[in-house]
């Protein structure tokens, strides 16, 4: 019931912004505005992959802002000219994003630090550098790569959705998933029986960092310019997005697709209240509610689970 506490949460919240949004314009969404959900949602999306990763060996990663931050600079600074140049400069931001996730996998692994402190620092480190790289707002990027990313005509977004989701299901029924289970359900006896976990939290740090970088290239795609605090917003959006999707903080229960339907969700979210008319000062005390309403419903599930499994 757990797991699929996130699905159940996206179908609500669908429902939601339908009566909301008819209720107010007197009709329903069109193929606009569905497009510019998909565009504004990616970006979450992916850092909340790489979050659950995180969160599926019993870690947290709050140092995916800092990275989606320098990687925004980066972006906005780096990827010009025409042709497949830009795509080029992409793939440097992306190892950029990988790199300073493997950063953090070496210090949780190698240095044995605690997760939560280790990237509260290098949230710190990485905020400072793209603020370095971009003092002020500004940047680009050149049409090409908007047109294949995030085209404003064309649902493009929807490959990389699903590209998304089918890396996910890949990476589940590999060695190096079946792994990270592993080491999040129980880290003594998966050394035990010669699970490298030191290795799997390298791998999953660096693939968080590499979503991170992900989300940075599709935030300036959607944006069309660079802000180094661009991503400051995705620390706590993107943990909210692993809560409503029922992935276990404790570690190795969980899937990514829920991470997944909460970003969704939370994205939905945003838009019901601006057509519901809130306030926009307002929004972050109805998104905490919203977050502690998805969190009391899981607990509610994780009991009543619980309670079958003692009758039976």
Not at 62 to 75: D, E, M, N, Q
Not at 139 to 149: A, C, M, Q
Not at 164 to 173: D, E, N, P
């Amino acid at each position: 019931m757990r797991d699929r506490l996130g699905y159940v949460v996206l179908v609500a919240t669908i429902a939601a912004y339908l009566v909301v949004y008819s209720s107010s314009l007197g009709r329903l969404p069109t193929s606009f505005d569905y497009l510019s959900i998909l565009n504004t949602m990616l970006p979450l999306v992916f850092v909340a992959i790489g979050q659950s990763l995180v969160v599926l060996t019993g870690g947290i990663d709050l140092s995916v802002g800092g990275i989606v931050s320098l990687c925004v600079a980066v972006t906005a600074t780096i990827v010009t000219g025409d042709g497949l140049a830009p795509f080029g400069w992409v793939l440097v931001v992306l190892v950029l994003g990988a790199a300073c996730g493997a950063v953090n996998g070496v210090i949780v692994s190698a240095g044995r630090i605690a997760p939560i402190l280790t990237t509260l620092a290098t949230l710190s480190i990485f905020t400072g550098l793209a603020l370095w790289v971009l003092p002020v707002p500004g940047g680009s990027i050149p049409p090409v790569v908007r047109n294949v990313l995030s085209n404003p005509n064309v649902p493009t977004g929807l490959i990389w959705l699903g590209v998304a989701i089918g890396g996910w299901l890949v990476l589940r029924r590999t060695r190096f998933g079946m792994r990270v289970y592993a080491v999040g359900s129980d880290e003594t006896s998966a050394r035990a029986v010669g699970v490298p976990a030191a290795r799997v939290k390298l791998g999953v740090y660096a693939l968080s960092g590499l979503c991170s970088g992900l989300a940075a290239v599709f935030y300036v795609s959607t944006t069309t310019a660079g802000d180094a605090n661009a991503g400051a917003p995705f620390i706590l959006t993107s943990i909210a997005s692993v809560v409503v999707g029922g992935v276990a903080f404790s570690g190795g229960r969980g899937s990514a697709l829920g991470a997944v339907a909460g970003a969704v969700a939370l994205t939905l979210v945003i838009d019901v209240l601006f057509f519901a008319g809130i306030d926009p000062l307002y929004q972050s005390l109805f998104q905490g509610l919203f977050l502690v309403v998805a969190v009391l419903l899981g607990t509610v599930a994780t009991l009543v689970t619980r309670r079958r499994r003692a009758v039976t």
